[in-house]
């Protein structure tokens, strides 16, 4: 599908296994083309994660990953613990 994100369109793809200078990880984040892709052989609270995860890389490739990591983690918890969950396909 298509989101935007601070005035950019980017293209998020799902798929079993994500892949990163060949080691298996759960989202990559590619600012030339604008796609960003999420493993979905994991568990659902780590997919929110990497979704959350990957947007704030999208929307500032400047920001530090620890600090990427830790807000997407408190974003996802708060999600989490309000009910949020994708919909079943
Ligand atoms: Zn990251």
């Known amino acids: 599908m298509k989101i935007k994100i601070n005035k950019c369109w980017w293209r998020l793809i799902f798929k079993p296994k994500v892949k990163h200078e060949g080691d298996d990880c759960f989202g990559v984040c590619w600012h030339r083309s604008r796609r960003i892709e999420v493993a979905t052989d994991v ?19 400047n920001q530090k990953e620890e600090w990427v990591a830790r807000t997407a983690f408190d974003i996802t918890n708060a999600l989490w613990r309000l009910g949020y969950r994708r919909p079943r396909e």
């Open 43 to 61: 568990d659902e609270k780590e997919i929110m994660d990497t979704i959350v995860h990957e947007m704030l890389h999208a929307s500032d490739r």
